[in-house]
Nanobody, 113 residues
Framework: QVQLVESGGGLVQPGGSLRLSCAASGSIFNWAWYRQAPGKQRELVAH???????NYADSVKGRFTISRDNAKNMAYLQMNTLKPEDTAVYYC??????????WGQGTQVTVSS
């Protein structure tokens, strides 16, 4: 079974940047990043298809960029101009090439001065 390992979370000041990475142990069809803030439902942040098409939540458009490296079975989320409301646990999601849905363990992102 494919497993996902996330890295790159942490504490950053408002206006700062972070880059999240997600490594898969197998081939991935579609990638996505979700986040869940305390007391809120998990929400889709960004999605990238096998062909490289992307879509973003309105709240992060123009600030976040999702990308993928198929040779390395990795996905990334570049987060710029971070705001306190971006504070959440960020989860990597992948749909494998054989149709399974897989989640990462989550990584905490805290935006605070």
């Amino acid at each position: 079974q494919v497993q996902l390992v996330e890295s790159g979370g942490g504490l950053v000041q408002p206006g700062g940047s972070l880059r999240l990475s997600c490594a898969a142990s197998g081939s991935i069809f579609n990638w996505a990043w979700y986040r869940q803030a305390p007391g809120k439902q998990r929400e889709l942040v960004a999605h990238i298809t096998s062909g490289g098409s992307t879509n973003y939540a309105d709240s992060v458009k123009g600030r976040f960029t999702i990308s993928r490296d198929n040779a390395k079975n990795m996905a990334y989320l570049q987060m710029n101009t971070l705001k306190p409301e971006d504070t959440a646990v960020y989860y990597c999601y992948a749909r494998t090439s054989i149709g399974y849905n897989v989640w990462g363990q989550g990584t905490q992102v805290t935006v605070s001065s």
